[in-house]
């Protein structure tokens, strides 16, 4: 029998929690800072939000999406951890 997308994303989400991986969001301020990003950046939505997120928190971006690179704090290449 086939598995659903969503039974594959409960596992996923089952397996970063056991691996100590949490999720961020953002307040509803922060989210209005989004739309900013996506217009200085020529950054698609999702993009704009993880950047935002990376910022608040100051983490790395650790991505293969070349989009990142427009922003001063570039991007880390997967291969380069």
């Not at 594959?8 to 949490?22: A, K």
Request: proline share 4%; with cysteine; charged share 35%.
């Amino acid at each position: 029998m086939r598995r659903h997308i969503s039974d594959h994303l409960g596992t996923f989400i089952d397996d970063l929690e056991l691996r100590g991986i949490r999720t961020v969001s953002l307040s509803n301020d922060e989210l209005k800072q989004v739309p900013y990003w996506c217009k200085k950046y020529g950054m698609d939505f999702d993009d704009a939000y993880q950047y935002v997120v990376a910022d608040r928190c100051r983490l790395k971006l650790v991505s293969l999406d070349h989009d990142f690179d427009r922003i001063p704090q570039g991007r880390i290449h997967p291969k380069d951890i």
